[in-house]
């Protein structure tokens, strides 16, 4: 694995706020890192560090071979970053900003141009390139925010909430780009919502007070929720008194009635996350019940995100 | 270098982009001529020298100079901009300097453009225009130790209004130190040392001594000084405060 990031022991002291807590990891080329936590957990924190706008009390952060605390500048030239917010200089417009942005990252002439327009594209911001940045939208303002960051093909992508407060279609829009961008890059992203660790990220790292509390792939932490290979049997509007039947099932742990959005129904739960769901779904054909439908659980994300964040701070 | 010198073209450009540029310049003249024609009593004192323009600048720039610098941090701190631009590969140094120097340059354009003064001393008699370049040369030196001072003091904060108000009141200082003002409070218990070192910091004593025609290396370096150690504050401040 080409190892692109390499965080070791960060720790960032507040006063008396330990605000990161001796936080460790790698990315590699390929990866997209979803950086989950609750609001104040020290995601963006430790992303000023690792971009090196902020100095770490201690430990520090190997950017593609380069030490951010000891040759920044090295470092920053291989990083592209999104600050919390996508701030620009809100009275230039997106075509001089970038312009300067190229300008600094030492791109002159005919191959800043390409490099600008390759930008302008992947972002799709030619509709407003003579527009002062404070006229536009939201979604534009985080589009030249992307833009800026990617305008040097840089090989680690840091995305602080790349999606926040964009509407279902932008949110879409810059998925897409960061899935389309994945290959050939390492990223982090942070966010709070749990469905974009699910649409872009190959990894996740739950962080709490500081602390890393969890690191896996999706999948690996979903396996960890209560409902990670859970049955769910919609029955209509028939109640029917399945639970002492299925009760009887090898591998059931518990049976729980449900009515929720979905409608009626009810959700089988196995023993330590056995897969159980052929030996339901044949306990259904032959019992002839009105099922309407029949659904295995991956697991929840925020379940398992709530029962991390939560235990410890109690 | 180089990064020095994009950053000025962005700040240079900057004060351009909105209309601070215009209204800065326009209020720096209007008050250039009132206070030379009516307060200077330029016509009437009969003499062909732009001593009486001069003379006001010191408190001109009192009150300008603190308007042209207290963005210069403030507002990147303020809008957010400072972490965009402070990830960028540049050094501090590069990024204090560009900027001061963009604010610099701007307040030459403005004191560049009160040329009308130096023609008209010229048409009515024949002054000594070696006096008059010492004298520009040395308002300009002085404008550039305000813009140092404000700057610095800019990092300190994220409001515009409080950069301002601490700037023109520092500034206000070093303006006073060695008059009456100051000494009046030191006066009977400091040391003479500390009597001393205050006047030799009086940005008045100096700027007067430029404007007699008496060119001192020591005036010159003296700013030069004052705008090397504020920079050298700014970007120990930026580092401070930046994350705040």
């Known amino acids: 694995m080409d190892v692109m990031i390499e965080v070791r022991h960060l720790h960032r002291r507040f006063g008396p706020i330990l605000a990161v807590d001796d936080v460790s990891f790698t990315v590699a080329r390929g990866e997209v890192l979803g950086f989950l936590g609750p609001n104040g957990a020290g995601k963006s924190t430790t992303m000023k560090m690792i971009t090196g706008f902020l100095a770490p009390t201690s430990g520090t952060a190997i950017v593609c071979?380069?030490?951010?605390?000891?040759?920044?500048?090295?470092?920053?030239?291989?990083?592209?970053?999104?600050?919390e917010g996508a701030p620009a200089y809100f009275d230039m417009t997106p075509a001089s900003f970038l312009r300067f942005i190229a300008r600094i990252r030492g791109f002159d002439g005919a191959e800043a141009r390409r490099r600008i327009e390759l930008a302008i594209e992947r972002t799709a911001l030619h509709s407003v390139l003579a527009q002062p940045i404070e006229t536009l939208s939201k979604g534009f303002k985080r589009r030249v925010g992307l833009a800026q960051a990617l305008l040097h093909d840089p090989d680690v992508l840091i995305l602080d909430e790349p999606t926040d407060g964009l509407d279902p279609n932008q949110k879409h829009e810059v998925r897409t780009l960061i899935n389309a961008l994945a290959p050939q890059k390492a990223i982090i992203i942070s966010t709070h919502l749990l469905e974009e660790v699910d649409a872009v990220c190959t990894r996740a790292i739950i962080i709490a007070e500081g602390r890393i509390l969890a690191d896996g792939t999706p999948g690996e932490l979903e396996s960890r929720s209560r409902h990670h290979n859970a049955v769910r049997l919609s029955l209509g509007n028939d109640g029917i008194d399945a639970a002492g039947a299925l009760m009887r099932l090898p591998g059931v742990a518990s049976v729980e009635a449900v009515d929720d959005a979905e409608g009626r129904g009810i959700v089988i739960f196995p023993r330590d996350g056995r897969t159980i769901v052929t030996e339901v779904a044949d306990l259904v054909r032959t019992a002839g019940w009105p099922v309407t439908a029949l659904r295995l659980e991956r697991g929840r994300l925020d379940e398992v995100f709530r029962a991390i964040t939560t235990t410890r701070a109690a | 270098m180089r990064s020095t010198w994009i950053i000025f073209r962005r700040e240079l450009a900057s004060y351009f982009a909105t209309p601070l540029a215009y209204v800065f310049i326009v209020i720096f003249l209007v008050l250039a001529g009132t206070l030379t024609f009516f307060l200077g009593n330029f016509f009437d004192r009969g003499q062909d020298d732009l001593q009486p323009f001069f003379s006001f600048h010191p408190w001109l720039y009192l009150v300008l100079i603190p308007a042209l610098a207290m963005r210069l941090w403030a507002e990147e701190r303020k809008t957010g901009t400072i972490e965009l631009f402070l990830t960028l590969p540049i050094s501090i140094g590069a990024a204090v300097l560009g900027k001061f120097l963009a604010s610099w340059v701007f307040a030459g354009i403005a004191l560049v453009l009160t040329f009308p003064f130096w023609i008209t001393v010229n048409i009515l008699g024949s002054p000594d225009n070696g006096v008059i370049l010492a004298s520009y040369i040395g308002s300009f030196l002085m404008a550039g130790a305000y813009l140092a001072v404000g700057a610095a003091l800019s990092a300190l904060t994220k409001n515009q209004v409080i950069a301002f108000v601490l700037t023109a009141s520092l500034c206000f200082l070093f303006t006073v130190s060695g008059s009456t003002i100051v000494l009046g409070f030191l006066t009977?218990?400091?040391?003479?040392?500390?009597?001393?070192?205050?006047?030799?910091?009086s940005f008045l004593a100096h700027f007067s001594a430029i404007v007699r025609g008496v060119i001192d290396l020591r005036d010159a370096v003296f700013f030069v000084s004052v705008i090397a150690l504020f920079l050298f504050a700014n970007a120990v401040l930026v580092e401070l405060k930046k994350a705040d």
């Open chain 1, 65 to 83: 071979g380069s030490d951010i605390v000891t040759d920044p500048i090295a470092a920053k030239r291989r990083i592209g970053y999104l600050p």
């Open chain 2, 188 to 201: 009977g218990w400091a040391p003479d040392a500390v009597m001393n070192a205050v006047t030799s910091f």
